[in-house]
Structure formats: structure tokens, C-alpha cells
């Protein structure tokens, strides 16, 4: 302020002091004019300086000025060092987070607002056969070709990562996994798991071999023990309980080849060839009766069908996870509570729904509910007869249908387990019986 008042107190000084000469010469108007004039030319010739300073050496000291250029000089110098200093600050960061990302052994890729390939490290060259000399610049789905990627870049749905064989080797798996950020931009990595991958076939395999070779000889064990329990009533009580027991273990031991062979299925088999418009309310219904034959009156099981559309999918997976759920509603909640079987519309789609209002899950346990063997409750577990398989089929079931697992629950709040399949699962009552009559 005190700069601007100086400078008005100049050009007053000039107004007044060429009005005075030129009111010597009979001519006041022009004096006033010559002295504004000095004035301009100094403000034009203090311009001039400034643009030759930007235009041709900004980094260099600002010109030599007085009063309210020289403050103006001193400003943009001290705001154009800043602003240096700032972008050196910012060239290091990103100088070192390259260096970072070359030193990764994942792929690192980034792509811009419309998914064009910007910047990449040299592990996605070796992964995906990227080349900095032509490739950038390009989209992602140009390079990657897979349907299944394209599929996943379009569906803008990253949660669960993709696994695809390398574009460059086929006997390379790779695991990729798409991040948004700053303006819809993306960062893709992948990242090498063919290790991984090699060694969950064997785990497969074994499973599913020793699964088998165990059916057999459960199977001639339960008849033998079936035959002697005809004789039950004839053996000391002691041998009787002991017969009893080992039909028990046995029945328990078919039922766990029998999940653990349907495991080792859906995660082998990803056809899908068998997947048909299904009657939702006979399979409720259908799933109904055997949880309320299990749970022999102490829960009472309803179902209620809020959505009339139809599911496409496989009814025999579709009635072994929902019975999976509700069975597991009837094991695990105390004599007297209520289970409800619902179909109902859901923002993305439709879902199944498996509710009750028993002793509940505490959160804790509610990420580690669909693991292979976990339980929240072994002795519980154990007691009821349950494989600790149920959950996992029900995950493995829902992914052959595109569909995922929501689980609600607190302690003394009851459960709600919800199957969410999307909206291009389901069609209307009418169109599946056209799709059914031309299958």
C-alpha cells in the first residue's frame, strides 16, 4: 500500500509540476500531458524490461528497479524461485518412485484417463512384451488381447484380482490386479504367481485323487457297518454304542470326500453348459423341506419370494449352496429361532438370502468364514456333524455364477449370509420359458 501511495504521489508531483511549465508557455493542458507522458514512457521502458527478462533468461536475476517494479521484480523472482524449487522437489519424488518401481519385480503399468499406455518398468517388459519404441501411446487392450482382460478393464469392478497366462509366455501365470486413481486414471500390476499357481494344481490334484481313492473304501466299510447294525439288538450294550459311533464317523468321514470331490469340481470345471433359467420357487421351497426335516421342529424355516425374475444357472450347484447356507442356519441356532430363505431384487441384480436370528458371529471371524476347514466354533462344529467345507462351496458356487458372498452378523444379532448375482443372470418368468423350450 505504502508503494502505491508513493507512486500516486509521483505521477501528482508530474501532473502538478508539467501543468505549472506548461502555464508558462500559455499552455497548461499540454505541460499536463508531457508530464504524464514521462511517466508512461518510464512504465513502458519498465514492461519492456520485464518481458525480455521472461522471455529470454528467466532464471537469471530480475532487472535492477525502484519502487513498485522493483517490488513486482522482487516478487515474481521470489514466486519463479519457489515454483523451481517445488518442480526439482517433484522430479526427485518421481525419479525415485521409478527407481522404486524398477527395482520391483511386479509389472508396474500406468495409463491415462482413456487407458493409453504412459510409463511402465522394465519387469512388464519382460511379462507383457512391452517396447518403449512403439507401444507408447497405445491402449492397454491393443497389447493385452485376452477377452477375459478386456472384459475386466471394461467392467471397472477391481476388487478381486485376474489370472491370465503372459501375453509373451503362456507357461508364465500372472495375477493382475487394476487400481483407479487421480483423474480416471489407471495402475495396473501383475504380477508373477505361475509357482503359486503350480503348486494349488498339485494341492487340486492330490485332493481330488486321494478324495477319490477314499470313496471306495468308505463306501464297503458303511455297507459292512450297515449290515451289522441289523445285529445291534444282539450285542453287549458296550459294542452296540461302539457299532453306533464308527456308523456315525463313517457317514461323517462320505460326507467329507463327497464336499471335498465337489470342491475339487467347481474349481476345475468353469463351463458352465448346464446353467438354465431356474424356478426359484421350487428350489426354494424344495430347500425349505429339508432344512425343516433337519432342523425336526426345533426351527422353524419359511421362504419368502420377492422377485419374480429367474436365475440362470446350474440347479444342482444352486441347491447345494443354498442348502449349504440353510442347513448351516438350522446347525448352528438354538431351539426355537426362525431361518428365512428369501429372493429378492437387489440394486445389482437379485440376490438369495439365508437369514436367522440366533446367537450370531462376531466380525472377527466373518473374512475367514469361506477357508476350507475354518471354523468359528470347532467343538460346536464337530458336535454337528458339519465338514467345515459348506462355505467354500457356496464361495466356488457363486464365482462359477459371477455372483460373490455378503455376510451380516453380530453376536445375539443372528446372520444373514447373501448371494448377489448380477443383473445379466437373471431373466423374466416368460423369456425363460422360451430359453427352456428351445434348449
Known amino acids: 500500500m505504502r508503494l502505491w501511495s508513493h507512486e500516486l504521489w509521483r505521477l501528482g508531483l508530474l501532473a502538478v509540476a508539467g501543468t505549472l511549465i506548461g502555464w508558462l508557455f500559455s499552455a497548461p493542458g499540454l505541460g499536463l500531458a508531457l508530464g504524464l507522458a514521462l511517466r508512461l514512457v518510464y512504465h513502458l521502458k519498465q514492461l519492456h524490461a520485464l518481458r525480455r527478462w521472461l522471455t529470454r533468461n528467466p532464471h537469471s536475476e530480475p532487472p535492477a528497479a525502484t519502487g513498485l517494479w522493483g517490488e513486482l521484480f522482487d516478487r515474481l523472482y521470489r514466486y519463479q524461485k519457489g515454483q523451481r524449487q517445488t518442480q526439482q522437489r517433484l522430479q526427485t519424488t518421481l525419479k525415485r518412485i521409478q527407481e522404486s518401481s524398477e527395482a520391483m519385480r511386479d509389472s508396474v503399468v500406468m495409463l491415462d484417463q482413456h487407458g ?10 519382460r511379462m507383457l512384451g512391452l517396447k518403449a519404441a512403439h507401444d507408447r501411446g497405445q491402449h492397454i487392450t491393443n497389447l493385452i488381447r485376452d477377452p477375459r482382460f478386456v472384459t475386466y478393464f471394461n467392467a471397472r469392478d477391481y476388487r478381486e484380482p485376474l489370472t491370465l497366462s503372459s501375453p509373451v509366455n503362456e507357461r508364465m501365470v500372472l495375477q493382475f490386479q487394476i487400481t483407479l486413481y487421480g483423474d480416471d486414471e489407471r495402475l495396473v500390476m501383475a504380477r508373477d504367481i505361475t509357482r503359486l499357481h503350480r503348486l494349488e494344481e498339485m494341492r487340486r490334484d492330490f485332493v481330488a485323487n486321494v478324495s477319490h481313492e477314499l470313496r471306495t473304501p468308505l463306501t464297503v466299510l458303511a455297507g459292512y457297518l450297515e449290515t451289522y447294525a441289523t445285529y445291534a439288538a444282539q450285542l453287549p450294550p458296550r459294542l452296540a454304542q461302539g457299532l453306533t459311533r464308527m456308523q456315525e464317523q463313517s457317514n461323517r468321514m462320505q460326507n467329507l470326500v463327497n464336499d471335498l470331490l465337489l470342491l475339487s469340481r467347481l474349481e476345475i470345471d468353469r463351463s458352465g453348459e448346464d446353467h438354465l433359467p431356474l424356478a426359484m420357487d421350487a428350489l426354494l421351497e424344495e430347500v425349505r423341506r429339508d432344512a425343516q426335516a433337519l432342523a425336526a421342529g426345533r ?4 421362504v419368502e419370494l420377492e422377485e419374480t425374475r429367474r436365475l440362470v ?8 449352496a443354498l442348502s449349504n447356507l440353510a442347513f448351516n442356519a438350522v446347525r448352528y441356532t438354538p431351539e426355537g429361532s426362525e431361518v428365512v430363505l428369501r429372493w429378492k431384487a437387489h440394486p445389482k441384480g437379485a440376490c438369495l438370502e439365508v437369514q436367522d436370528d440366533g446367537e450370531g458371529i462376531d466380525p472377527v471371524h466373518i473374512p475367514r468364514l469361506t477357508e476350507r476347514f475354518y471354523r468359528v466354533d470347532k467343538g460346536r462344529s464337530s458336535e454337528t456333524g458339519g465338514t467345515g467345507l459348506g462355505l467354500a462351496i457356496v464361495k466356488h458356487v457363486l464365482l462359477r455364477h459371477d455372483a460373490y458372498l455378503e455376510i451380516e452378523s453380530r453376536p445375539s444379532q443372528g446372520a444373514l449370509f447373501r448371494c448377489v448375482f448380477p443383473a445379466e443372470r437373471l431373466v423374466a418368468a416368460e423369456a425363460a420359458a422360451n430359453h427352456i423350450s428351445d434348449a
Open 313 to 320: 444357472g446350474s440347479d444342482t450347484e444352486i441347491h447345494s
Open 116 to 125: 493409453d499406455l504412459e510409463w511402465w518398468n522394465s519387469a512388464a517388459e
Open 299 to 302: 426351527q422353524q424355516v419359511r
